[in-house]
């Protein structure tokens, strides 16, 4: 074999290595900007370890971490789908089949049975990542069921929050899921059941209206987006100059809006020690 011939071969072996090379090892602080390995962020909660930014975290990942194990991944309710055959540059079908290709559940939000250092409890995740978190009768469905099953548990409901507002394929069905979620918390609390919120970034929109904003405890991640329309859209109506991160979880817990801001790895504690206080007893 000629010279030639052996670099040639050395190239193209270079270049196969190159192609094999997995293009998601890194990931970008949206905070601090810095270059992290993906596979350390995501051990670490999605949580950056220079400037302590809370990335968005998936349902399956958020539920392996507040509850113990052995936890049950709850059955999602039956909806109609496309009830109003809605349709803008795709079918809703279209975007529905797509959101669900890219996520591990049936749509944004996700219940489960389990344990919090021992405390029984139903745990629900709205998860951004599935059209924005975006709540539609599925969502108003899930939601109610969760509650449903708390009552029947006799336990705790605990939501996790994120959305950007209501589904607008579905047009005013969306919007009735605000009463409907929020008879459920009524018999939540008509039970002495404790209802608590974990406000994860962002909360907006029809849920912050609802069922966000009505739990015995609200406790938000930090720096998460917390309110019901963009700081642009208040101040244009008001026309007045809002302060800085007023929309915030620091800001809304320093004026009365938010009970406590705790840390994503401080959270299963937190709500285990909440818990302890308003439901004492434990599972068997």
């Not at 991944?73 to 809605?86: G, M, Q, R, T």
């Not at 904003?213 to 642009?232: N, T």
Request: charged share 25%; proline share 5%; aromatic share 6%.
């Amino acid at each position: 074999m000629s010279w030639l011939n052996k670099v040639r071969n050395s190239l193209s072996s270079l270049s196969t290595k190159k192609d094999e090379t997995p293009d998601n090892l890194w990931i970008k602080c949206k905070n601090c900007d810095e270059m992290l390995f993906a596979a350390e962020f995501e051990a670490n909660l999605c949580v950056c370890p220079r400037c302590d930014h809370h990335g968005r975290i998936g349902t399956d990942a958020r539920l392996a971490h507040l509850l113990d194990e052995g936890f049950k991944i709850l059955p999602a309710p039956k909806v109609k789908e496309d009830p109003l055959k809605f349709r803008d540059t795709k079918k809703y079908p279209d975007r529905m089949k797509a959101a669900r290709a890219a996520n591990p559940h049936p749509d944004a939000l996700t219940n489960a049975l389990g344990t919090i250092d021992g405390h029984k409890a139903v745990v629900g995740v709205q998860d951004f990542g599935f059209m924005g978190g975006s709540m539609g009768m599925a969502v108003g469905a899930a939601f109610v069921a969760g509650a449903e099953k708390a009552l029947k548990e006799k336990c705790a409901y605990i939501i996790c929050t994120a959305a950007g507002g209501a589904r607008m394929q579905e047009g005013i069905l969306s919007l009735m899921q605000m009463p409907k979620s929020t008879v459920a918390v009524r018999r939540l609390n008509a039970a002495g059941l404790p209802y608590i919120v974990v406000l994860t970034d962002p909360t907006t929109g029809g849920v912050t209206a609802s069922y966000a904003m009505l739990g015995d405890v609200h406790i938000a991640e930090p720096g998460c987006l917390i309110g019901f329309a963009g700081q642009r859209v208040i101040q244009d109506t008001i026309r007045e100059k809002l302060p800085e991160g007023f929309q915030r979880a620091e800001y809304l817990h320093a004026h009365g809006m938010v009970d406590m801001v705790v840390k994503r790895h401080d959270l299963k504690a937190t709500l285990a020690q909440v818990l302890s206080y308003l439901n004492p007893a434990k599972a068997a």
